[in-house]
């Protein structure tokens, strides 16, 4: 699986952004899907993931803010990202995985967040 995110770019506090998560090869359907990001100097966190049967979880910090949905017959994953925060600038990767262990990983999208 190959995954190729996009998206990213600057906005203003309070506002939004949609990060897309396209993937290529077979079974997507079949793999749970994450969004994590890192931030300078801080280690990488899972922000949200949905399962293949579209269980979701998310990061308390982000909670009522993003969204995470797929689209398997687009075989991508998608972050609607509201109310941004400064406090969200990071690189945002997506991953694809089974029972939690990631992997496949695509390249990171920058999202910067301006006060």
């Known amino acids: 699986v190959q995954l190729q995110a996009s998206g990213g770019g600057l906005v203003q506090a309070g506002g939004s952004l949609r990060l897309s998560c396209a993937a290529s090869?077979?079974?997507?359907?079949?793999?749970?899907m994450g969004w994590f990001r890192q931030a300078p100097g801080k280690e990488r966190e899972l922000v949200a993931r949905?399962?293949?049967?579209?269980?979701?979880y998310y990061a308390d910090s982000v909670k009522g803010r993003f969204t995470i949905s797929r689209d398997n017959a687009k075989n991508t994953v998608y972050l609607q990202m509201n109310r941004l925060k400064p406090e969200d600038t990071a690189v945002y990767s997506c991953?694809?995985?089974?029972?939690?262990?990631?992997?496949?990983w695509g390249q990171g999208t920058l999202v910067t967040v301006s006060s």
């Open positions: 090869g077979r079974a997507f359907s079949s793999y749970g």
């Open positions: 949905i399962t293949s049967g579209g269980i979701i």
């Open positions: 991953a694809a995985g089974m029972s939690q262990i990631w992997n496949y």
